[in-house]
T-cell receptor, first 114, second 111 residues
Framework: EAGVAQSPRYKIIEKRQSVAFWCNPISGHATLYWYQQILGQGPKLLIQFQNNGVVDDSQLPKDRFSAERLKGVDSTLKIQPAKLEDSAVYLC????????????FGPGTRLLVL | GEDVEQSLFLSVREGDSSVINCTYTDSSSTYLYWYKQEPGAGLQLLTYIFSNMDMKQDQRLTVLLNKKDKHLSLRIADTQTGDSAIYFCAERPGGSYIPTFGRGTSLIVHP
C-alpha cells in the first residue's frame, strides 16, 4: 500500500515570496490533515479536511495561509507571503475517517524562509 | 504550560531498556499515542492505548498509563541503534479527533 506522498521535499524561499506544497493521501482515506512542525516542537494542526470540506481550520493563519482539497483527494497548502517564522516542516497526514485513531503521515516538506 | 510534556533527551546503551516518560493535562483524553520520527521522515505511529487500559504490550514495546497522575510511559526492551529517533507522546482529548503532541524526546542509543 502506497503511503502519503508530499512534494517538494525541500524548499528555500525569501521572505514575502509565495510557496505551495502538495499532498496525495493514501487511497480511500477521507480525512486529510496539514500540520506545521517547527524545529524542536511537536506537530501542530493547521487544517483538517473531510473529503473536500473543511472540518477544522481554527489554527490556520488565514491572512497568509490557504489550503484546498478540491476533488476530495489531493490537497495543496499555500503560503503567501511567507515570513521568517514560517520556516518549519509541513506534514500531511491522512486517515480513513475522522473517528479512525490512526493518522498516517507523509515525509514532510522542509521549508526555509530567508 | 504545555499540554503534553516530555523530557527532551534520553541516552541509553545498546541492549539496555529505554523508558520515555510523558505527562498530559486533559483528563478526558480517550486515546494516548506514541509516535516515532526518524531523521528526515514523517511520524510513524508506534502504538496507542485507550484511556481505560493500564498497560499495553507489543513485542519490545510496553506502554504504561497512570490515569490518576496523567502519566504515560513507553518502554523499549533491548534497545537497538535503529531505535535512535525522536519519540512523540500525544493525547487525543475527549470530543476531538485531533491529537496534541509533546515536543518529542530524542533517544540516542550508543554502543
Amino acid at each position: 500500500e502506497a503511503g502519503v506522498a508530499q512534494s517538494p521535499r525541500y524548499k528555500i524561499i525569501e521572505k514575502r515570496q509565495s510557496v505551495a506544497f502538495w499532498c496525495n493521501p493514501i487511497s480511500g482515506h477521507a480525512t486529510l490533515y496539514w500540520y506545521q512542525q517547527i524545529l524542536g516542537q511537536g506537530p501542530k494542526l493547521l487544517i483538517q479536511f473531510q473529503n473536500n470540506g473543511v472540518v477544522d481550520d481554527s489554527q490556520l493563519p488565514k491572512d497568509r495561509f490557504s489550503a484546498e482539497r478540491l476533488k476530495g483527494v489531493d490537497s495543496t497548502l499555500k503560503i503567501q507571503p511567507a515570513k521568517l517564522e514560517d520556516s518549519a516542516v509541513y506534514l500531511c497526514a491522512s486517515s480513513l475517517g475522522t473517528a479512525q485513531e490512526t493518522q498516517y503521515f507523509g515525509p514532510g516538506t522542509r521549508l526555509l524562509v530567508l | 504550560g504545555e499540554d503534553v510534556e516530555q523530557s527532551l533527551f534520553l541516552s541509553v546503551r545498546e541492549g539496555d531498556s529505554s523508558v520515555i516518560n510523558c505527562t498530559y493535562t486533559d483528563s478526558s483524553s480517550t486515546y494516548l499515542y506514541w509516535y516515532k520520527q526518524e531523521p528526515g521522515a514523517g511520524l510513524q505511529l508506534l502504538t496507542y492505548i485507550f484511556s481505560n487500559m493500564d498497560m499495553k504490550q507489543d513485542q519490545r514495546l510496553t506502554v504504561l498509563l497512570n490515569k490518576k497522575d496523567k502519566h504515560l510511559s513507553l518502554r523499549i526492551a533491548d534497545t537497538q541503534t535503529g531505535d535512535s529517533a525522536i519519540y512523540f507522546c500525544a493525547e487525543r482529548p475527549g470530543g476531538s479527533y485531533i491529537p496534541t503532541f509533546g515536543r518529542g524526546t530524542s533517544l540516542i542509543v550508543h554502543p
